[in-house]
């Protein structure tokens, strides 16, 4: 049976625990799996790309087939040089399908042997995303229920010293 990688692209700004709990399934699937952490060139993140990687590392520790790398550009090239044959992406609602279904159409014009693998998080999880995240701690909301402890805690002190 060959050896399959595959990736999982995104900002991750920050990672959630619907982004780790797609991760958990991810390293099941697959042999070995490159989290993707994005330049977030189209996005102006909260973190910088070195903390969200650092989230994404610690965050991912406990898999040894898991490793992080960034990316900038199209995500098509990162995967292709990689020779990754599937891209992961994570699916929480029916809002969310028909962006990534025309997104897999797009992705397998541009790397037609990649395939692209839909997952969807726990359902605790599914209504989870790094926007509400960001928006919930700087109006001073809690967000231990969505993010790992270190993360919570990285976006306290971030929000406090803006």
Same mark, same amino acid.
């Given at each position: 049976?060959?050896?399959?990688? /595959? *990736? ?12 780790? &709990? ?6 099941? %699937?697959? &042999?070995? %799996?490159?989290? /993707? ?36 550009? %199209?995500? =098509? &090239?990162?995967?292709? /040089? ?5 891209? *992961? ?18 992705? =397998?014009?541009?790397?037609?042997? *990649? ?7 726990? &359902? ?12 919930? /701690?700087? %109006? ?23």
């Amino acid at each position: 049976m060959p050896h399959v990688l /595959a *990736v999982y692209p995104g900002t991750f700004d920050p990672i959630t625990l619907g982004h780790e &709990d797609v991760v958990q399934r991810a390293a099941l %699937l697959f &042999d070995e %799996l490159i989290v /993707a952490v994005a330049a977030g060139h189209h996005k102006k993140t909260l973190f910088s790309l070195d903390e969200r990687i650092e989230m994404v590392r610690h965050a991912v520790r406990g898999y040894p087939q898991v490793r992080v790398e960034s990316f900038s550009g %199209l995500m =098509r &090239d990162f995967i292709v /040089a990689r020779g990754a044959k599937a891209m *992961v992406r994570g699916l929480r609602a029916v809002t969310d399908f028909d962006y990534e279904f025309q997104l897999a159409g797009m992705n =397998r014009h541009l790397m037609p042997e *990649v395939e692209t693998v839909f997952l969807t998080p726990s &359902d605790k999880f599914q209504f989870i995303s790094s926007t509400f995240v960001r928006e919930i /701690a700087s %109006l001073g909301g809690k967000v231990d229920k969505f993010v790992s402890p270190e993360v919570q805690e990285r976006l306290r002190v971030r929000l406090q010293n803006q």
